[in-house]
């Protein structure tokens, strides 16, 4: 029997120091190019709360369409499903998710199963489509940064060019997009695989467990049960994928490309016309590829540092793309964590009320 008192292995801890040495790294990082800068952002700060009104609530329309168009991916994926249930699930689901790093999102999706059940959704329909939802989401944030430089080649004969994008070399960036959208399309080719069938689905398991048992015994802990998630994964999801696939990504695009509407609106008002649509598009999906590294709620600092490099990067000044980012934050993704924390509290006070009624009295 072994020893459970004896000092944990160091590759129990190594990686925990690894992922901590890397934050303080990157924290630093920020630090210095924010410090750099440090004029230009607070310019840039007086410049997003002096715009002309016309454009303040053009980023104000923009915020409302995008906090609207979220909820719609859960009524894609879930027929019948109002709208008000599916704004509690998915608000909710995102107030969690980018307020608490290294462990939001398992809570989060804990969490929509929970609200989805009390609107009556069945434990293997919520299933199904929490995981749709994070599939095509994953996808998405992987894929969009390389479709829109090859979007912006075609239509604007763009390229990233120059020494700096947000502290980092546009080389750099380049190779980054590039592996994000190679593993976008192994991610897409595995999933077409996994729903094929049943059997495809173990077939993938098996693999992914051997993979992922042997880093777990590295680091001397439990592997997860990969075999029973992938197959379950085919059981859920795989019938309303084959049915729903069009709405579910159509809704998809549009929650993950409404917030651009709002720093469009925010550089026009700055005076930063020179800066593209496409543009937008590749410097917002640039940023959002790196909410996939949660070293901090809602990826403050990181997000910002390289949303506002590939701005300066397509043509913005400094305080211009600062104001957008400003605005982005105040207007649409600081409002919109705010809304979901009260629908996580909308539907607990639902969830203690019904616990404290009578039996056979109807809920609140």
């Known amino acids: 029997?072994?020893?459970?008192?004896?000092?944990?292995?160091?590759?129990?801890?190594?990686?925990?120091?690894?992922?901590?040495?890397?934050?303080?790294?990157?924290?630093?990082?920020?630090?210095?190019?924010?410090?750099?800068?440090?004029?230009?952002?607070?310019?840039?700060?007086?410049?997003?709360?002096?715009?002309?009104?016309?454009?303040?609530?053009?980023?104000?329309?923009?915020?409302?369409?995008?906090?609207?168009?979220?909820?719609?991916?859960?009524?894609?994926?879930?027929?019948?499903?109002?709208?008000?249930?599916?704004?509690?699930?998915?608000?909710?689901?995102?107030?969690?998710?980018?307020?608490?790093?290294?462990?939001?999102?398992?809570?989060?999706?804990?969490?929509?199963y929970a609200i989805l059940a009390?609107?009556?959704?069945?434990?293997?329909?919520?299933?199904?489509?929490?995981?749709?939802?994070?599939?095509?989401?994953?996808?998405?944030?992987?894929?969009?940064?390389?479709?829109?430089?090859?979007?912006?080649?075609?239509?604007?004969?763009?390229?990233?060019?120059?020494?700096?994008?947000?502290g980092l070399s546009c080389s750099t960036i380049d190779i980054i997009i590039a592996i994000a959208g190679v593993v976008c399309l192994i991610s897409m080719i595995a999933v077409a695989f996994v729903l094929r069938s049943r059997t495809n689905a173990q077939r993938v398991g098996n693999f992914a467990q051997g993979v992922i048992g042997g880093v777990f015994r590295y680091i001397k802990r439990t592997p997860p049960n990969v075999v029973e998630t992938v197959v379950g994964f085919n059981d859920t999801a795989a019938e309303m994928v084959g049915t729903r696939w069009v709405p579910i990504t159509i809704t998809n695009i549009m929650a993950q490309l409404a917030p651009m509407l709002v720093i469009l609106a925010a550089l026009r008002g700055v005076g930063a016309e020179g800066v593209t649509v496409l543009e937008v598009f590749v410097a917002f999906s640039v940023a959002l590829l790196l909410t996939t590294v949660p070293l901090a709620p809602g990826g403050?600092?990181?997000?910002?540092?390289?949303?506002?490099?590939?701005?300066?990067?397509?043509?913005?000044?400094?305080?211009?793309?600062?104001?957008?980012?400003?605005?982005?934050?105040?207007?649409?993704?600081?409002?919109?964590?705010a809304l979901g924390w009260l629908a996580v509290g909308y539907f607990g006070i639902r969830q203690r009320r019904a616990r404290r009624a009578p039996v056979g009295a109807p809920s609140a």
């Open 1 to 112: 029997m072994p020893d459970s008192g004896r000092p944990a292995s160091w590759k129990s801890w190594l990686p925990k120091v690894i992922l901590t040495l890397v934050g303080i790294a990157l924290a630093y990082f920020i630090f210095q190019y924010m410090s750099a800068n440090f004029g230009g952002f607070e310019q840039g700060v007086q410049a997003a709360f002096s715009m002309p009104p016309v454009w303040t609530w053009a980023a104000v329309a923009g915020a409302v369409i995008s906090i609207g168009v979220y909820p719609l991916t859960a009524m894609a994926a879930i027929p019948r499903l109002g709208y008000v249930p599916a704004f509690v699930d998915r608000q909710g689901g995102f107030a969690i998710a980018t307020t608490i790093p290294f462990g939001g999102g398992p809570i989060a999706v804990g969490t929509q």
């Open 300 to 337: 403050a600092g990181t997000v910002d540092a390289a949303l506002i490099g590939m701005l300066v990067a397509f043509g913005a000044e400094y305080d211009q793309a600062v104001a957008a980012d400003v605005i982005w934050r105040a207007f649409c993704f600081l409002p919109q964590m």
């Open 118 to 166: 009390k609107y009556g959704v069945t434990q293997r329909l919520a299933a199904a489509a929490v995981a749709a939802d994070a599939l095509w989401t994953y996808l998405m944030t992987f894929g969009a940064p390389g479709v829109g430089l090859i979007l912006l080649w075609i239509f604007e004969r763009r390229a990233l060019t120059g020494e700096s994008c947000g």
